[in-house]
């Protein structure tokens, strides 16, 4: 029997488990900056070192961090970037550059909210390097921490195996490049322009899901669609409370009168500022457009419900007058009228197809489908 | 058979598919300023001069942009009108009047945020000029670039198909006109003004469309509605993410305290301030109404279901008492009374109608339908 | 057939084609407060002179405006009303007054943001009367002008059939009165004070509908309270965009240290700042009765439709067992038991209401209706 | 007919036409501070005098407010406390006790929204004093005026049959008490500490009202409960338009720097506003409790729907086979098979029977019930 | 008969009433910090001394609490804690150590809303901890009050059975901690980073449960999920009053510039305000989490009723056909056509089976199911 297949069995084919991501539920409310110990030292770190002024370029792997000591106040400009975190490598670099134990814990932190802070001479920025999981769907990030000297930028990344800062590596090599000719402040800058430019192309990637949800939506409300939305929610959450508290670091880096900072640089910061504000206006209609679709969804399923409603209903009409008639001529009476004439038959049977087919033409009259 | 008819394969026919824009979806939530690689050198760019003050008004067509450099300082307003946008072009000019490379950036960025920029001694100004597309129903944005330099203005169309300045040039050659006595500072008034004016035009065009889709919505609470609605709901995202920061913008503008601004202009940059926030109320309002206009939709739809259940709940009813009696007289015994009895069937018939008459009567008397 | 009655076919005798106010919409969204150009100048205008100390009152009804110029600096205080608006006419007197053209501009103008302005020595009011239109249940809005200068208020009232100073005529009139001891700050405070005051009535007003209208939801959630409740809502938007800038208008004026504002007033003024809070305080309230009323309405549909289902249920599952009885002894077998039995009908049908009659029995005890 | 009941009537006799509180909808929103003229004078007053210092206490019950005059400038603290409001009486204390004409009239006036004001040297507070009233479930309100000036208190009730100041009468009888030792702001604390403590046993009146409301909303979602929620959200009203603008009156009298206020006791002036900041956001948490309620409420409705949905789907699924069973061997053809087989009647009942009750297996195996 | 269940007594067996916590609902909203009369003395109490510097460390558990009055200012850090809260006892030692008594009655209060108060030469916070209770699936907390002095630090804790503080009593033990180096302030920092970490402990534990939640929100969105979801929102208001407050109590703290407070501590409380800013964003993140969960679940009961809908839709359609075939051949006419054929039955059931089955091929491929 058709009639008897549950709806939702068939659901349990065209959903694959995947799809129900409850778990991101807990990965996205367990947030806790405190739990330093849950930090893992990562088996793998690469040290490299970028020292430069607008003549020379030197580019080393170092093999330990301690080979980064000698480079500090040598005159030039000197980047370090620890790419993975071992808490006694991340310690002693620390200490040697004069960066605050306070620091320190939170570039050991796990899922820290991204801040910006000045401690002694360092001008400090936690914040978080955004992906898109094109596979699953969810945005990931890396934590990035910056620490701005004078003279030199400390960086340090969560992950071994992903490096952002390549672009600013090609950007170094080229002798003539803006980023040669002036000071640590300005490859700060540079890094957060980098990271913050990143937003944008996982919002891309976010708008393009949407778009696709949104069409599917559009087709046909069924609780795949539902469970995309609910994910697309919680994709928004991470997405925002990336973006808004970097606004306030940008903001406050501006707003810092720090001696680190160049005048010259601030303009630039001034822009970074204007694409956070960007990005956090845009996320904002992500949320509109989520809420909007959200709602386009349950209007669309109320709509569905209210044609089937229709349908059953005039069903039902059409229905009761030739039960009542055969009701009526299927009684077993020893008299009933006209049974005797062959045309009975007949008559009858047109009159119970007549009168739904009469109710049929009213209604279509009516409009009611 | 016509119950059959699946309401969606109506809907097929009644909307086409280009109502169902999900693709603005994408196009919305992929704004990114800092792709600046995306945009492309327009193929045609319009450069015109007007150089004027009280007395005298040269207006000029030139062929390269290299040709307004002699303008510069000559003692009189120079506005010099670039329609389309090309890099090197841009860069000519911006370099030529002394326009920080970061503001070349922001002419030539796409779906940049409106914002406001004092930078050295030139006050940049960029903002979207909105059009409402009629025939998709869609608002439509132009990127404009104001640069205010010491007598001079220059601005920059992303659209070389379009000119929003003409009212201007009008007025220009009226040699009495108040444009012509005052300096640039009141030219780039001006063209704010004409901008933001034209908000209150594009906002008329969508109280338009919103008053034929609540009729509409009143009328027939169907997809198609449903569909428009959510389109609604997205041009009013484009609406305010484009009035909101103007307003900033305009504020920043009358606190600047810049030198480029003279103390009588500053009121008049307080009129566009006035109009720009009543621009930015009506958007709000203008989603209040869309707001409710989708609850009027849901519980339209909500009324129109239960009042198809009702009837539907009555045929239920009415149908019962003779299916039951039909079913009595139609069992195959031997001995049924009243078979044998001439007038037992018209009694049971009368009996079957009987009923639903006097349910109906009892029906209508407690005001169920 | 009663059944196939169309519910929408009721609800157009019931609701009256005035009650779909969708024309109201675009009227709402619409304002266009640059589009002065749309400002018709009225056919009548009637200018009338107060001219008053403590000691004298001169009442003029003037013919031209014109005649109202000597009074300007004799001394007394002069209250200038012009009823209807024309271009002209209200140019001439700006001019003779030392009123800014920008503010001549913004009384002559259409559907304007209500706003404080002080330019030059002119203190300017725009702000809009309300009144209730009883019939077509709608708020309507006059365009009031005060501009407060030197010992004279010019005041310019948008329609000349309405005249909104009345009580302050009278007031006038009595010698005795503080408004005849004081300047014309106090009577442009009386003018203000009378203005918010009456937000009050027209709430009053709206109050007493919205009652009615709750009552209607509560009694029978039909389309003509859906359409109710969303022309309310429209009202309040009405309401809300005059009351929220006034707020800053009173505001304004009490900051503003304008050496037309004699100390003693500015705690008159004070008090109309209390009042207008307190008047938006009241417009939010409205908002949450109208909001928890549409809610109302929606689980009141919900609830009732709830209702209806169950006794579909009830009946369906009545219906069921003496269906499926009547059918089985109704087969045309030759062999049918107790067929010949002459108590086997009455049986079968006692068997055939029992049924039902006990499930009723259970269902009403297990409480489903 | 047990079925055809009309739900709405059983409701007539569950709901007394008390719980349709519409009317208090207009009664919350006709709030009009300015008809001072809508004030009916009290029929009668009572006039008390506490005249004290840390050693003698002097407690007069005054037959007019005029032997209160005497009182002022005795070098003790007096409290004068005039219980229901006639005009002329406040009139002449005022008058008296120098309090500005502008104060005098919001003592008189009705439904003022709470406020603080420092007239010449009197430091005024209007708010209102709340009660539960049990018995319609509504929150009532008293207007209470306090006039604070060097060495007196004046305080203003509205309705002379309830008295809220007994506490600090008790108190002020304790020779000891902080209360005898300290000024006249000290008096005027206490005063608003016991106000605004009262609000919480308001609140605390609602909470157990809203937690049997709760209980009632998940046992059963009916009408009535409906209407409960309506109406607690008014009371919500009434509470948040009390409470709220009470913080900005203690607020700005921590702020005022008054002389009247003696160092020591805005320590105490701070704690009332921690006390009514902690009132405010319980209101908060009020709203947020009913919010979620109603969202309990709907989501209970909708379930049930769907549990009576889905009987009624699967009886009208196992109807199907039988009646069409019923059907083809009730159909009068002279040749049926199996008719004359003595077992065929059997044989059609069992299949009649079985796959129904094999349905209803695999049904239930699927966990459809 | 199967059918007849009704659903809600299926409800009583899985959900047990202690699910139903309508009474968490009046303990949340009766918060009262005024009525201390209702704080019962606790029957024990334990009074422990921790007296060290950076060389020494004394530890203490007293009998009496005037045991603790020989400690103050003998030049050592004294940290004295009450465990359990006797008046008797809290006012003798706050007066002991110079503590206003409006503290002392913060003290003792019940239900405060978390604070901070620099009274005299004190200061003094009141926050809660907060405890998950695993079993009831509630947040519980406990009162902590911390005063700190010149060189001592009391803490006064609510509830005898519990102590928040061993993590410090161990630091302390250890003689070379940063601890035992600093001084009172450092001591104060450490007790509220402890209590503000645990909130994330708090917010871990509601995170797996609100997963799981939202696990049987989407497997099954039956009544229990319902009631949790309920449930869940009341653990978030009391979550979020506990944090909120507590943001601007460390706030506070680093603004308030006390003496008592090193400069080096200071950054420490900044690390304390990133965190409680961060648990505050978390609150926030289950806010939205918590309303998009109850999202799916209406969706998800709206789209399974609409699946029962479409499956009732296609039995009704199906039915139709059958029932009226069945009824003609059933009619008691003398001539019925083909009645006599002997393949006329096979002919007629044939057609009575083939119409429902191609309506189902013909639904099938139009994608109804």
Same mark, same amino acid.
């Given at each position: 029997?058709?009639? %008897? $297949? ?35 030292? %990562? ?19 170092? $093999?330990?961090?301690?080979? %980064? ?101 090609? $950007? ?83 707003? %810092? ?12 910061? $001034? ?7 960007q990005a956090h206006d845009l996320s904002e209609n992500y949320r509109d457009i989520v ?13 569905? +419900? ?24 299927? +009684? ?28 049929? +033409? ?8």
């Amino acid at each position: 029997m058709k009639v %008897s $297949k549950k709806p939702e069995r068939y659901l349990r084919y065209i959903i694959p488990p995947a799809l129900f991501r409850a778990h991101r539920t807990k990965q996205i409310l367990t947030a806790n900056p405190i739990a330093s110990l849950k930090r893992k030292d %990562s088996e793998v770190i690469q040290t490299t070192v970028y020292d430069y002024d607008a003549n020379n370029l030197h580019e080393h792997e170092l $093999k330990t961090v301690d080979d %980064s000591f000698p480079f500090k106040g040598n005159g030039k400009v000197t980047w370090i970037n620890l790419d993975g975190l071992r808490k006694q490598e991340v310690e002693n670099v620390c200490d040697h550059y004069g960066i605050h134990h306070l620091v320190t814990e939170d570039i050991l932190s796990v899922s820290q909210r991204p801040k910006m802070d000045e401690v002694d001479d360092i001008l400090y920025c936690l914040l978080n390097m955004l992906y898109f999981n094109e596979k699953d769907g969810v945005v990931e990030q890396e934590q990035i921490s910056i620490a701005l000297g004078k003279d030199f930028v400390i960086t340090f990344q969560e992950d071994p195996n992903k490096d952002v800062f390549n672009p600013i590596r090609d $950007k170094l090599r080229m002798a003539n490049s803006k980023l040669r000719q002036r000071g640590a402040d300005y490859l700060c800058y540079t890094m957060l322009d980098l990271i913050v430019d990143n937003y944008f192309f996982v919002m891309e990637k976010l708008g393009e899901k949407t778009e696709i949800l949104e069409e599917e939506v559009i087709r046909d409300s069924n609780k795949r669609a539902l469970v995309h939305i609910n994910q697309l929610r919680k994709e928004l959450i991470v997405l925002k409370r990336n973006i808004a508290p970097v606004r306030d670091l940008v903001g406050g880096i501006i707003r %810092s009168e720090n001696e680190l900072l160049d005048e010259n640089t601030i303009k630039y910061f $001034k822009d970074v500022h204007d694409h956070i504000i960007q990005a956090h206006d845009l996320s904002e209609n992500y949320r509109d457009i989520v809420i909007s679709m959200q709602d386009l969804y349950i209007n669309n399923v109320n709509l569905r +419900m209210n044609e089937v409603m229709k349908v059953m209903a005039i069903v039902t009409c059409l229905l009761a007058p030739p039960t009542v008639i055969g009701g009526i001529f299927g +009684m077993n009476f020893d008299f009933i009228p006209t049974s005797g004439n062959p045309w009975g038959f007949y008559a009858t049977v047109a009159v119970m197809l007549l009168i739904p087919a009469g109710m049929l +033409m009213i209604f279509k009259r009516r409009g009611w489908f």
